[in-house]
């Protein structure tokens, strides 16, 4: 991975994606109108974004969650800094949802008088590390790698889209008393959709009836979301092209396939630099589903 120049470029510090970040927004963050009750999942790549945003647009669209209406999730929670032909963010109805990558110091500044809502959605690295590995080689705007340990490198230096996880997590939780934040893992939301779905429900301040809910989590499950178009990705994936017609956006879903990725030397090197790195930072991480 020698020609990160011709997919990323750096901003203040962070990895943006060069063919598909509106600079306007990046550059005037502080402009960007936002409401008292905007609400914005954050993520570091390959963590559950799209996971998360249907689970929220099922929560508040009701046409989205009894199937009368048929707009994309990407649409419905579009990405804040990238560029969205098909969405005005202005004319979007309240409460609206946003996605972001962005990193705790590069959000408006008026995400700190704590009205707006931000659901930091983490997953464990090694999972997260293998999930990019897959996509990067999918998705013709990022760069491919020929091996895990080749991207690798690039994942613990820093140099993708996201820049380092290891920044990413700690700046959000280190600054989590400034934003109203909620952290919830990937691995939860796996083990516990219902219950997960729940607590998203209570920091939303959204009560859903019991067959709202039932819906929302039903539609959420991998399996639905990877036969529902309005979920799965395909018409962006063709939107934007793949190397290969085989692969997906919703690949395994699961918790602990970067077991079938890392060599016991791989494995090693990356609990060293968790270890030496997620010091004092008490989230919980899950690496395997039998845990
Ligand atoms: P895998 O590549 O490990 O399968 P993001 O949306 O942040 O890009 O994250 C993508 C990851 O979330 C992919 O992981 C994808 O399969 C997974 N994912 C998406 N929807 C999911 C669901 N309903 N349940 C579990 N995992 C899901």
Not at 76 to 99: G, L, Q, W
Not at 134 to 157: P, R
Not at 180 to 198: A, C, P
Request: hydrophobic share 35%; net charge neutral; aromatic share 14%.
């Amino acid at each position: 991975m020698d020609n990160q120049d011709e997919y990323l470029f750096n901003f203040r510090g962070y990895n943006f994606l060069r063919s598909i970040v509106s600079m306007n927004i990046v550059e005037n963050m502080d402009d960007q109108e936002i409401r008292d009750d905007d609400v914005f999942i954050v993520t570091y790549p390959k963590s559950g974004t799209v996971w998360t945003q249907q689970i929220l647009s099922l929560i508040y669209f009701d046409g989205h969650r009894n199937n009368t209406e048929n707009i994309q999730i990407a649409e419905r929670a579009p990405f804040f800094e990238y560029k969205s032909p098909n969405v005005d963010f202005a004319k979007m109805p309240s409460p609206r949802i946003f996605c972001t990558h962005l990193p705790y110091y590069l959000v408006p500044k008026v995400f700190k008088n704590k009205k707006v809502k931000i659901l930091y959605i983490y997953r464990n690295p090694k999972d997260v590390l293998t999930s990019y590995f897959h996509y990067s080689n999918l998705v013709i705007l990022f760069e491919a790698s020929n091996s895990v340990e080749t991207f690798m490198q690039a994942f613990l230096d820093g140099r993708v889209l996201g820049s380092n996880w290891f920044d990413h997590i700690r700046g959000w939780y280190e600054h989590r008393n400034d934003f109203n934040i909620m952290f919830l893992s990937y691995e939860d939301m796996k083990k516990d959709l219902r219950g997960s779905v729940l607590k998203i429900c209570s920091f939303l301040e959204k009560e859903l009836s019991k067959e709202d809910m039932e819906a929302v989590v039903r539609q959420a499950t991998f399996q639905n979301m990877k036969s529902d178009p309005r979920a799965n990705y395909d018409d962006i994936k063709k939107e934007i092209g793949t190397r290969n017609n085989e692969g997906t956006f919703l690949r395994k879903g699961t918790i602990g396939d970067w077991k079938h990725h890392l060599t016991v030397d791989q494995n090693e090197r990356f609990d060293r630099i968790f270890n030496r790195n997620m010091k004092n930072i008490p989230l919980k991480f899950i690496w395997d589903m039998n845990e």
